[in-house]
């Protein structure tokens, strides 16, 4: 049904996304959509985490900043809650940096 209605399409990347439609009675419209961030992005863990976790590791131990990361509402870029930490080190595992730095 749409083959009916538009001429053509063209799309533009750079910094924007830009739409060119060209419909079939000459009528022409270029919507420029926002140009979506990439999921790593969505889904890196913030800055204040981040330092937070920093400050913490020096008189902390993995189960104690988990704790207190929980109970002040700091989560992870996903939103989780940081209940890796205590997995991790009752797994008997050693996690290096607990969190990925958002940019």
Do not use: H
Not at 74 to 101: D, F, I, M
């Amino acid at each position: 049904m749409v083959r009916l209605l538009i001429e053509d399409v063209t799309l533009t990347r750079s910094e924007k996304i830009r739409v060119d439609v060209r419909f079939k009675g000459g009528a022409a419209a270029t919507p420029e959509p926002a140009v979506p961030r990439p999921s790593c992005k969505m889904w890196q863990t913030g800055k204040q985490v981040i330092a937070r976790v920093d400050k913490l590791l020096d008189d902390c131990t993995y189960e104690q900043i988990a704790s207190i990361l929980n109970e002040e509402r700091l989560y992870s870029g996903k939103g989780n809650r940081s209940v890796e930490y205590l997995s991790a080190t009752s797994a008997g595992n050693t996690p290096q940096k607990p969190l990925a730095p958002a940019s």
